[in-house]
């Protein structure tokens, strides 16, 4: 049996999250229960284990004359009642779990209220378990809603979601709110020893602190971590370097970046995949830095546009990385930041009154926005992130073969971008939910056309507007082709569908451009090639 399963709480003394622990304490010491609970957290959390466990709480024979009195005190589920066993491992008839996700429509509530009317054949209270809830369509909710208003008797619904947004206010209304909140590293680490020591494994605190790290506030993924990087009944060293990277592999990363050598990332990420190296841990890794960084920065009161630049750094890679948020609330705290740093994001529009002279690179004229100092004496940012100190403005950028090439192209034309489509139209409208259905069949192809632009539509031909030649071979690519086509195909209920990618400069102007803003986009591609390719 997996460890996450085989170690995961019995009792409400065993919970973790402490919060979540005391409310539930408050249930048993009260002696009454709700008809419906709604547990609300991140993923791994144990909302399903804490579901398990009151079921087991209101099902133990010690604690019925509680229920039946509506007075006392209820004891902790004990472990020896064979009722108690089949609920805590899942197989128990009393107990209905239900996935969502997987059963979201009216007739999979309609049928589960036929289950509910069912009296079991053991047990006392029925307890329905109904995960990540929020995928429940609206008419099934209409339907859920009647039962949480006239339940049946001695049933307790437990709705849990990761999505506490999606439910509907008047579901909530009728439940009561347990939040669940991330782990913090000191709670997953203690959890790791106590099954390191059940196990006879000796296990490193450091280990322990990159599992919990790694791990993202997940109880679930950090055990299923640490499983993975035993070996012969003891931690390995090179499993754990594969499945948790280490800080020198981050550091060397951000050393490439620092210099925009397109030559050093590739070279990364190759030898990163000959040594089996874990993607998610090395996105949670490089993410973890920039955070610790900037966090340092603003203890330090360093100047401003040094957490400019880490922002920009940090908004560009959690934007780009999994095709949704990789770390949990990543999007808001950059926006927090973003609106006190007063600067604008790299990532906007221009402004049309700047000199429309030869294009810089993106974090460049961020760092000189407000120096007059030339693009080559301004500070790399990446450079900054790496060192502890100010550097000088004056300082010269460390100079690679890359960086050579573009200063000794610095001076060729460019290509001239053509007119960006109108943001209007069928194809424009459909959009949200062309993103939304490509998400479910491949979060790689989201993550493109997240770039892209809907075009024009003429006829069976659909127009989608790309900036980068790297995305327009990766989507013409057979196996992304084809799910493109599926998922317009259905959207837009168009048979034998075309798609044409325009890419946003002329083709007769089109040159070799090895420019600032050029490298820029190199590099860019570099990394979303080496990301996207590890599908999830």
Request: proline fraction near 4%; charge should be negative.
């Given at each position: 049996m997996a460890w996450y399963r085989q170690y995961r709480p019995q009792n409400v003394s065993d919970l973790h999250i402490a919060p979540v622990r005391e409310q539930l304490q408050n249930v048993l010491d009260a002696g009454q229960f709700a008809h419906a609970y709604l547990f609300a957290g991140p993923k791994g959390t144990g909302k399903t284990s804490s579901a398990r466990i009151?079921?087991?709480?209101?099902?133990?024979?010690?604690?019925?004359?509680?229920?039946?009195?509506?007075?006392?005190?209820?004891?902790?589920?004990?472990?020896?009642?064979?009722?108690?066993?089949?609920?805590?491992?899942?197989?128990?008839?009393?107990?209905?779990?239900?996935?969502?996700?997987?059963?979201?429509?009216?007739?999979?509530?309609?049928?589960?209220?036929?289950?509910?009317?069912?009296?079991?054949?053991?047990?006392?209270?029925?307890?329905?378990?109904?995960?990540?809830v929020h995928m429940l369509t609206n008419e099934?909710?209409?339907?859920?809603?009647?039962?949480?208003?006239?339940?049946?008797?001695?049933?307790?619904?437990?709705?849990?979601?990761?999505?506490?947004?999606?439910?509907?206010?008047?579901?909530?209304?009728?439940?009561?709110?347990?939040?669940?909140?991330?782990?913090?590293?000191?709670?997953?680490?203690?959890?790791?020893?106590?099954?390191?020591?059940?196990?006879?494994?000796?296990?490193?605190?450091?280990?322990?602190?990159?599992?919990?790290?790694?791990?993202?506030?997940?109880?679930?993924?950090a055990v299923k971590y640490f499983e993975q990087i035993i070996r012969d009944g003891a931690v390995s060293p090179e499993l754990a370097a594969a499945v948790l990277g280490s800080d020198e592999e981050?550091?060397?990363?951000?050393?490439?970046?620092?210099?925009?050598?397109?030559?050093?990332?590739?070279?990364?990420?190759?030898?990163?995949?000959?040594?089996?190296v874990s993607f998610r841990a090395l996105e949670q890794a490089l993410l973890a830095a920039l955070q610790e960084r900037?966090?340092?920065?603003?203890?330090?009161?360093?100047?401003?546009?040094?957490?400019?630049?880490?922002?920009?750094?940090l908004e560009h890679f959690s934007q780009r990385l999994?095709?949704?948020?990789?770390?949990?609330?990543?999007?808001?705290?950059?926006?927090?930041?973003?609106?006190?740093?007063?600067?604008?994001?790299?990532?906007?529009?221009?402004?049309?009154n700047e000199a429309k002279s030869t294009p810089k690179s993106k974090t460049t004229t961020m760092a000189c926005e407000k120096e007059d100092i030339s693009r080559e004496q301004a500070v790399p940012v990446a450079e900054r992130i790496m060192t502890e100190q100010e550097v000088s403005p004056t300082q010269n950028t460390p100079k690679t073969a890359s960086s050579s090439a573009v200063e000794a192209s610095a001076t060729q034309p460019l290509r001239k971008p053509v007119s960006k489509p109108a943001k209007e139209g069928p194809l424009h409208k459909e959009w949200p939910g062309i993103l939304l259905a490509m998400r479910e069949k491949s979060t790689a192809v989201e993550s493109l056309l997240r770039n892209a632009e809907p075009g024009r539509l003429e006829g069976s031909a659909v127009h989608i507007a790309l900036s980068l030649p790297f995305h327009?071979?990766?989507?013409?690519?057979?196996?992304?082709?084809?799910?493109?086509?599926?998922?317009?195909?259905?959207?837009?209920?168009?048979?034998?569908?075309?798609i044409v990618y325009d890419l946003l400069q002329r083709p007769d102007e089109a040159v070799v451009d090895v420019s600032a803003q050029a490298h820029d986009d190199l590099l860019v591609a570099a990394v979303e090639e080496a990301l996207l390719s590890v599908e999830t």
């Open positions: 009151l079921a087991r709480v209101l099902n133990d024979p010690r604690n019925q004359s509680v229920i039946q009195e509506g007075k006392g005190k209820f004891v902790e589920p004990d472990g020896k009642d064979p009722v108690l066993a089949k609920i805590a491992e899942g197989r128990s008839q009393v107990v209905i779990e239900q996935d969502a996700a997987s059963h979201r429509g009216i007739d999979d509530v309609r049928q589960l209220q036929e289950h509910i009317s069912v009296v079991p054949t053991e047990g006392f209270v029925r307890v329905v378990i109904l995960d990540e099934a909710f209409n339907a859920l809603l009647k039962m949480l208003e006239e339940p049946p008797k001695n049933v307790v619904f437990v709705l849990a979601t990761t999505e506490l947004h999606k439910v509907p206010a008047t579901v909530q209304s009728r439940c009561q709110l347990i939040r669940f909140r991330q782990a913090t590293t000191d709670e997953i680490a203690g959890v790791l020893h106590t099954i390191a020591e059940a196990e006879e494994i000796t296990l490193d605190d450091d280990i322990a602190a990159r599992l919990a790290k790694v791990a993202n506030g997940s109880f679930r993924d981050v550091t060397d990363l951000l050393r490439a970046l620092a210099t925009k050598d397109v030559a050093a990332v590739s070279e990364y990420f190759t030898n990163a995949r000959q040594k089996g900037l966090s340092r920065a603003i203890q330090r009161q360093e100047a401003k546009k040094t957490l400019v630049n880490i922002v920009d750094l999994g095709g949704s948020e990789p770390v949990e609330g990543i999007a808001l705290e950059v926006a927090c930041y973003r609106w006190c740093v007063g600067e604008k994001s790299s990532n906007t529009d221009p402004d049309p327009k071979e990766r989507l013409e690519t057979t196996k992304y082709a084809r799910a493109v086509k599926e998922v317009f195909e259905q959207r837009l209920g168009i048979t034998d569908i075309e």
